[in-house]
């Protein structure tokens, strides 16, 4: 059964702090695993990882995949109150469907 | 913004009645999407679609059929509505900034009475 687990399932941490959050997958031939952010709506995208060890950056996030291990980690350098969210990982669950399964999410909180 | 909409965007119901919830899109996409939310549970994939009048079954698919007439509606259709359906309904579109993010619509708040 394809599953996506995410971990730790809640943090609080203060303000300038560094976080790590984590993703482990079982899926049938994977293709992509994405992180998404998500505020009192919709999930915003971040970003989408395919190959193993190349690190995607955008500003203080950034994140990297390792498909030996079957996971991925997101770390946020120097939080902000603005950075509190649910991080959500999701996982295409057979190459080619563009079908995902996300996990339950991380529920991070920044507190001044 | 993705141009995605969702209607209505709260709707309480009554258990037995059908509900049909409806996701309108301006981008051409082919590929949408419904998720339920639910505390616990994360998103979990309802139905999906590829192309008009074709669509495949999620997860959670039980209870819910969908509809693709037109590329820019996917509709959901709660045929008789459950208490176990009270849920916040996402629908999304596939994105073509890397060809697999997803943009999701603002949600529906499903509330079965």
């Known amino acids: 059964e394809d599953k996506v687990v995410q971990s730790p399932l809640s943090l609080v941490v203060h303000e300038g702090d560094t976080v790590t959050l984590n993703c482990s997958y079982e899926v049938t031939n994977f293709r992509s695993l994405l992180w998404y952010k998500q505020e009192k709506k919709a999930p915003t995208f971040l970003f989408m990882l395919t190959s193993s060890g190349i690190e995607k950056k955008s500003g203080r996030l950034s994140s990297i995949l390792d498909k030996k291990e079957l996971f991925s980690i997101l770390n946020i350098t120097a939080t902000q109150t603005g950075d509190s969210a649910v991080y959500l990982c999701?996982?295409?669950?057979?190459?080619?469907?563009?079908?995902?399964?996300f996990g339950t999410g991380t529920r991070l909180k920044v507190l001044a | 913004d993705a141009g995605i909409t969702q209607s209505p965007r709260h709707k309480v119901t009554e258990t037995g009645t059908p509900v049909t919830l409806r996701c309108h899109q301006t981008e051409n996409h082919r590929y949408m999407y419904w998720y339920r939310q639910d505390p616990g549970h994360g998103l979990r994939l309802i139905h999906y679609s590829y192309g008009v009048k074709d669509t495949d079954k999620g997860e959670v698919s039980d209870g819910y059929s969908v509809s693709r007439s037109k590329t820019e509606d996917f509709l959901l259709t709660l045929e008789s509505a459950t208490s176990s359906q009270t849920s916040v309904y996402f629908c999304?579109?596939?994105?073509?900034?890397?060809?697999?993010?997803?943009?999701f619509g603002p949600g529906t708040r499903l509330t079965v009475t």
């Open positions: 999304a579109i596939q994105g073509v900034l890397t060809g697999y993010e997803q943009y």
């Open positions: 999701a996982v295409e669950t057979t190459s080619g469907t563009y079908k995902y399964i």
